[in-house]
């Protein structure tokens, strides 16, 4: 399976919405899609899983949608330190792999 | 506080071996799915391995399987990873990382990485 996101830079301004989408190859579980963020020199954050599900401590500016093969991250009211590298995540059983996306640049 | 520390990381030659651990704390070490996944920084991530709680079934991605051995110890609440014949192309920072909920994609908790770097 490959994920393919776009776009593959985008600039906004403060206070604006984000809508970051990720696609597919071909349909799969939903439960395996996930969101994370990673800001210079640090690891990736978990921000949705199972497709719209906010994981722990997420503040409800981001949200996760989709289905099939098309999936969104949306992100309101956008702050400076949402600057990051956004990327979504897969899962296949044959052969096994978690792909990730090529990633969506946010800059704010 | 949910913690994992990844060690072992360096330079090695093609061919090499290096053994990599990660330290958790802060949770049931024993009750969860782990994994290891790389980045080479500027590209994104590569999944790498994955380990079932008790230790008993192992998998890898295409690029590994056959070289790296991904392990546990519950008792010591550590992860490893060794990795054998080692190629440029493993060249990566490599996180451990805790699967939050088996079934479902949500990689919750990351360490903050160990480098590995394979040159002549």
């Known amino acids: 399976i490959v994920l393919t996101q776009s776009p593959d830079t985008l600039s906004l301004s403060p206070g604006e919405r984000a809508t970051l989408s990720c696609r597919t190859s071909?349909?799969?579980?939903?439960?395996?899609l996930a969101w994370y963020q990673q800001r210079p020199g640090q690891p990736p954050r978990l921000l949705i899983y199972?497709?719209?599900n906010r994981a722990t401590d997420i503040p409800d500016r981001f949200s996760g949608s989709g289905s099939g093969t098309d999936f969104t991250l949306t992100i309101d009211r956008l702050e400076p330190d949402d600057s990051a590298i956004y990327y979504c995540?897969?899962?296949?059983?044959?052969?096994?792999?978690?792909?990730f996306g090529q990633g969506t640049k946010l800059e704010i | 506080e949910v913690q994992l520390v990844e060690s072992g990381g360096g330079l090695v030659q093609p061919g090499g071996s290096l053994r990599l651990s990660c330290a958790a704390s802060?949770?049931?070490?024993?009750?969860?799915?782990m994994h290891w996944v790389r980045q080479v920084p500027g590209e994104r991530p590569m999944w790498v391995s994955r380990?079932?709680?008790?230790?008993?079934?192992?998998i890898y991605a295409d690029s590994v399987r056959g070289r790296f051995t991904i392990s546990r110890d519950n008792a010591k609440n550590t992860l490893y990873l060794q990795m054998n014949s080692l190629r440029a192309g493993d060249t990566a920072i490599y996180y451990c990382?805790?699967?939050?909920?088996?079934?479902?994609?949500?990689?919750?908790?990351w360490g903050q990485g160990t480098l590995v770097t394979v040159s002549s």
């Open positions: 990382v805790r699967d939050l909920t088996e079934d479902i994609v949500d990689f919750d908790c």
């Open positions: 802060g949770f049931n070490f024993g009750a969860y799915w």
């Open positions: 380990i079932n709680p008790e230790g008993s079934a192992t």
């Open positions: 071909r349909a799969g579980n939903t439960n395996y």
């Open positions: 199972a497709a719209s």
């Open positions: 995540q897969h899962h296949t059983g044959s052969p096994p792999d978690y792909p």
